[in-house]
């Protein structure tokens, strides 16, 4: 039994990439048929610090009063292809610029996933986008969902943000895995730690969480803990009888998200 364990634990340790990023592909042609169907949609790419091409699409304002640009940057959760986030963003965000890019090892973006390399990958594109915009942006906000989170978390503490919207936060992921395996040395176990807690009083942004009432994976006390002690403005709601996968079906998310935007921005 000692070894079944032991072989168990070894496995787990040796997968968790695999079980952590879940890397979803998109084929070139399903990208060119992205921007064939989206008029205002750019399809965009970052050379990251070990020159890894990291591929996205920018969303341009379909209703605009002004020169001034309102950005939002989002990063998914860890099974998202962000190509999939682009009819609802059209729909909710047309007076924003959006900024979506898959993570490396995710859709036609190259390389391998992990935590530090995430959180390299992320500062750069902030700062590129920033500078491709120099000028014209009025508002920079970064939207998390799940593990994005953690990464948002990252970019607020080192560089300057205007809002944050997380959904389905948390605090640290080794108390996401202790949920998920609570008969695991956990916390010995895994390679990435994705603790915002530590972090996440280095900005006082403005700051949006939305969770689900029936979130098994990410239970609403993560997020809790993570805001717990935030100094910033913090607006938390809990949707009923919604779980992870489902938040943005509620038909108060995208309204939540928008009432948070007009009136703190």
Known sequence: ???????????????QERL??????LSPSDAQQVIDQNDHVEEVSFQSKDDERLHGWLLHPQQRESEDTQLLIYYGGNAEELSMQIPEMSAHLEDWSVLLVNYRGYGMSEGSPG?????????????EIRDQLEGEITSTVLMGRS???????????????????????????TEVARLQFPFLPVSWLLQHEF???SRINDTSAPLLAIAGDNDEIVPKERSRA???????????????????NDLHLDESFWPLIREFLDGEL
């Open 226 to 244: 993570l805001l717990a002690n935030y100094e910033g403005t913090v607006q938390f709601e809990t949707l009923a009888e919604r779980g992870h």
């Open 147 to 173: 593990l994005g989170t953690g990464v948002a978390t990252k970019v607020a503490s080192e560089r300057e943000v205007d809002g944050l919207v997380f959904v389905s936060a948390f605090d640290t992921f």
């Open 1 to 15: 039994m000692v070894l079944v364990a032991a072989l168990f634990i070894g496995l787990l340790y040796a997968l």
């Open 115 to 127: 935590e530090e390399v995430l959180y390299a990958d992320a500062l750069t594109i902030y700062d």
């Open 195 to 197: 603790d915002s807690l």
């Open 20 to 25: 952590i990023f879940h890397q979803p592909s």
